[in-house]
C-alpha cells in the first residue's frame, strides 16, 4: 500500500448565531504597544486593530483547508483544519516526502519531514507536519477500523471529564461572568478556565481587574471546583509575581501561559515564589522544546498543542518523558478530535482532564460530520475509527483545491 494522492480542500461556510459571537478578547502580547490594545465597545462588541471579529450580524463566516491523504486501495485519512500559510508549505515542501510512501510508516515520514525543513523546526512549518502526522494516524486507523485511542492502547477510562474553556466570553462585566459561570458548572463542567483582559500596561485598573475576575469567580463556584487562569504569554515577572500574592488565597488549580515560552527563567522563578501550579508551553515545539521546561522545572502541568507541537506522534513523546518527572500532560484544545484520543491513551492521573474551548470549537469543528460535544462535563469514546474526522458535505458553501 503506498500513498498516491494528497489533496487541500479550501472550504467556507457559514456559521449562524444568536448574537454576538466573540464576546471580548483575551489579553495579548502586542498589548504592550498602546495601539494594539482595545480602544472602544461598538454594540458590545470589542473594536480593535487586529480583526480579531469578523461577524457579520448573526453570520459567522468560516473559512477552513483540510488536508486528504490517500492510498492506491482508496483509504483516506483526513487532518485540520489549518490555514494558507500551513496549506502553502505542505504543498510546496512536503507533499513530495508522502507520495509513495508506506501509510503506516508514520515514524519514517515524521522524520523525514523533520529532517528536510532545517529551519522548519518551530512555528508554521511544525504546524504543516503536524497537520500531516494527524492526517495519517486518521488514514492508519481507518485502513487498520480501529479508532486511533486503540492504536495508542487506550482506553484508560470510560469517559473523559471536560473542562469548559471561556476564551471570548465577557469578563468585564461580572454580572455577565457569574451568569455563565454557574451554568456552566450546572452543565456538569468539572472546572473553568477563565482569560485575564488586562496585562501589566493596563496600568492599576487593570490590576484590579484581573484581582476581582479571580474573585468573583471563586465566590460564585465555591471552594470545592478548579479553576483555571490564562494569561496568554502576556505578562512578565514582576507583574506576575505581584498578582500572585493577590490571588494564591483563591486556589486556582493553575496559572497559564504567564511569558512567552522562550522566557523559561519567568517561569522558573515565578514557580519558586508561588503555591499556585505553573503550566503552559501551549506554543512551544516537538519533545526538545518541552524538555527545556521539564529539566529546568519550570512547568506543573504541560500543555502542547497537538496540531503545532509535531502532531500526535510528538505529543505522545513529549508526555511520555513528563510522566518521567510525574508531570501532567494535558494538550491545548485546539484540535479536540485529536485530543480527545490522546487522553484516551494516558494514565488518568496524568492526564485528568481535556480542554473544551466552549466558543472556539463551534468554529474549528464546524465542517465535522461528528464534532467532539461533551455531555454533562464528560465526552464519551468516541465509536468512529481513525480520528472520525469525516466531513459535513452539507456546510460546504464553496470549495476550491489550494
Known amino acids: 500500500m503506498k500513498i498516491t494522492k494528497i489533496k487541500l480542500r479550501e472550504l467556507s461556510g457559514t456559521l449562524e448565531t444568536k448574537n454576538t459571537f466573540w464576546e471580548e478578547r483575551l489579553v495579548m502580547p502586542l498589548d504592550i504597544y498602546p495601539e494594539y490594545r482595545i480602544k472602544s465597545f461598538v454594540n458590545g462588541r470589542p473594536e480593535t486593530n487586529l480583526g480579531f471579529n469578523k461577524q457579520k450580524g448573526l453570520a459567522y463566516p468560516i473559512s477552513a483547508i483540510f488536508i486528504e491523504i490517500q492510498t492506491d486501495e482508496g483509504a483516506l485519512g483526513i487532518g485540520g483544519p489549518i490555514d494558507k500559510a500551513q496549506a502553502y508549505l505542505i504543498k510546496e515542501q512536503l507533499i513530495d516526502l508522502l507520495l509513495g510512501k508506506d501509510p503506516l510508516a508514520i515514524e519514517l515520514i515524521w522524520d523525514q519531514m523533520h529532517r528536510h525543513q532545517v529551519h522548519g523546526r518551530q512555528g508554521t512549518p511544525m504546524l504543516a507536519l503536524s497537520a ?238 461528528n464534532p467532539v460535544s461533551p455531555k454533562k462535563g464528560f465526552i464519551d469514546i468516541p465509536k468512529e475509527i481513525g480520528l472520525g474526522m469525516n466531513l459535513d458535505d452539507s456546510k460546504i458553501e464553496k470549495e476550491i483545491d489550494f
Request: hydrophobic share 40%; aromatic share 14%; charged share 25%.
Open 132 to 369: 500531516i502526522d494527524c492526517a495519517l494516524w486518521d488514514l492508519k486507523g481507518n485502513i487498520l477500523g480501529q479508532p486511533v485511542y486503540k492504536l495508542f492502547g487506550g482506553p484508560t477510562r470510560e469517559k473523559m471529564p471536560a473542562y469548559a474553556s471561556m476564551l471570548g466570553f465577557a469578563v468585564e462585566d461580572l454580572g455577565l461572568v457569574k451568569e455563565r459561570a454557574l451554568r456552566f458548572k450546572e452543565m456538569g463542567y468539572v472546572a473553568q478556565k477563565w482569560f485575564f483582559r488586562h496585562g501589566p500596561m493596563s496600568g492599576t485598573e487593570g490590576f484590579k481587574k484581573n484581582v476581582s475576575l479571580v474573585k468573583t469567580l471563586r465566590e460564585t463556584l465555591g471552594e470545592n471546583y478548579d479553576i483555571m487562569l490564562d494569561c496568554w504569554q502576556s505578562w512578565d515577572l514582576n507583574y506576575a509575581v505581584r498578582m500572585v500574592s493577590y490571588i494564591e488565597e483563591y486556589e486556582p488549580r493553575w496559572l497559564e501561559e504567564v511569558a512567552m515560552p522562550d522566557r523559561i527563567d519567568t517561569y522558573r522563578q515565578l514557580r519558586e515564589r508561588t503555591s499556585i501550579p505553573l503550566s503552559g508551553a501551549e506554543h512551544e515545539y516537538t519533545r526538545w522544546g518541552f524538555k527545556r521546561f521539564v529539566d529546568q522545572e519550570a512547568l506543573d502541568i504541560l500543555q502542547p498543542d497537538i496540531y503545532w507541537a509535531g502532531g500526535l506522534s510528538e505529543t505522545l513523546k513529549i508526555a511520555n518523558y513528563a510522566t518521567v518527572h510525574d508531570l501532567i500532560t494535558i494538550p491545548h484544545g485546539h484540535s479536540s478530535k485529536a485530543g480527545i484520543h490522546f487522553s484516551l491513551s494516558q494514565s488518568p492521573i496524568h492526564t485528568p482532564y481535556q480542554e473544551y474551548l466552549v466558543k472556539w470549537n463551534d468554529i474549528h469543528q464546524f465542517f465535522l460530520l
